[in-house]
């Protein structure tokens, strides 16, 4: 849990991802009192020991007590003073199941993330000063600021530029998930030409569905995939790579009538402060992996 001094209200934002918790404390912290938590047992003991709280903002998918849990707690609390806290819930995903479970559970508002940082300060103080009425079903949302989908290769160099030196101003640990397709050849000889291409769309799908919302999946070559993991350490990006595999197992992977065995091979580079993203793109090949990039195997224990 962290605090930044604000001239107004205290709020309580809680999320899992560092990065996120970063963003809106950079957001907020200029008008508000920002309280961080990274997920619903820690933000439950920030009420319980911080009764100036005016509102929480809470993501909905968290590990442990998630986000419907701790606006159904916030709701059923037995001290007013929390019980009534306004509270706007935060989502990548933010659909018809999602507003409606949101409403049940008895949340002020819902909005998607990544967020702007004026759009942010905007719904808070909807929230403080408007108590907009309680999330309906049909309430619209926002369009995230982008998908998290980049199929160039030039395009997801400059995504990894940008994290590296977001990161190295601030500290934050950075992973990169690597995907390789290992069976590409055999692909290719029992579907035919455009047959590795359509295995790769269906990856491409599971993984963008999969990963979080501030995550980028990077299509990087014509048999591997790449995710920027922001604010991710290596157990992070080893934790996905299993989440991956639970998810994958779920997909049918049928072109023009067959159902391939598709094999995967996962790595985690860990690149620090000084490497140039060009250079960690060359680090998918052996002979090319610079010596500031850490390549652990997923599945291994080191």
């Not at 990544?114 to 309430?139: I, M, Q, W, Y």
């Not at 049918?252 to 790595?267: C, I, K, N, Q």
């Amino acid at each position: 849990m962290g605090t930044e001094s604000g001239s107004q209200a205290t709020i309580l934002f809680v999320d899992d991802s560092r990065l996120m918790r970063f963003a809106a404390r950079k957001a907020l912290s200029a008008e508000y009192t920002v309280l961080l938590a990274e997920d619903g047992d820690a933000a439950l003991a920030v009420l319980a020991e911080h009764p100036e709280v005016r509102a929480v903002i809470t993501d909905l998918m968290m590990p442990g007590v998630d986000g419907f849990e701790l606006v159904s707690r916030i709701r059923n609390a037995e001290h007013p003073t929390i019980r009534d806290l306004p509270v706007m819930a935060v989502s990548g995903s933010a659909g018809p199941i999602e507003r409606k479970r949101v409403r049940a559970a008895g949340a002020d508002d819902l909005m998607t993330k990544p967020f702007r940082d004026d759009a942010l300060r905007l719904r808070v103080e909807r929230l403080l000063h408007g108590r907009p009425a309680r999330v309906a079903a049909s309430t619209p949302v926002e369009v995230p600021a982008a998908p998290n989908v980049e199929r160039t290769r030039a395009g997801f160099i400059g995504r990894m530029r940008q994290a590296l030196s977001l990161h190295a101003r601030h500290d934050l640990p950075l992973a990169i998930l690597q995907i390789r397709l290992s069976n590409a050849e055999s692909l290719d000889a029992e579907l035919g030409a455009g047959g590795r291409d359509a295995v790769m769309r269906l990856l491409e799908s599971v993984l963008a569905r999969t990963v979080r919302v501030e995550d980028t999946v990077g299509r990087t070559g014509s048999d591997h995939f790449m995710l920027l993991l922001p604010a991710t350490t290596a157990a992070g990006a080893r934790a996905l790579r299993f989440r991956l595999r639970d998810a994958l197992e779920t997909q049918r992977f049928e072109v023009r009538g067959r159902t391939p065995d598709v094999a995967l091979e996962f790595f985690v580079h860990l690149p620090k402060k000084n490497l140039d993203a060009a250079a960690l793109m060359r680090a998918d090949r052996p002979a090319g992996r610079p010596d500031n990039v850490v390549l652990l195997a997923a599945g291994s224990s080191a």
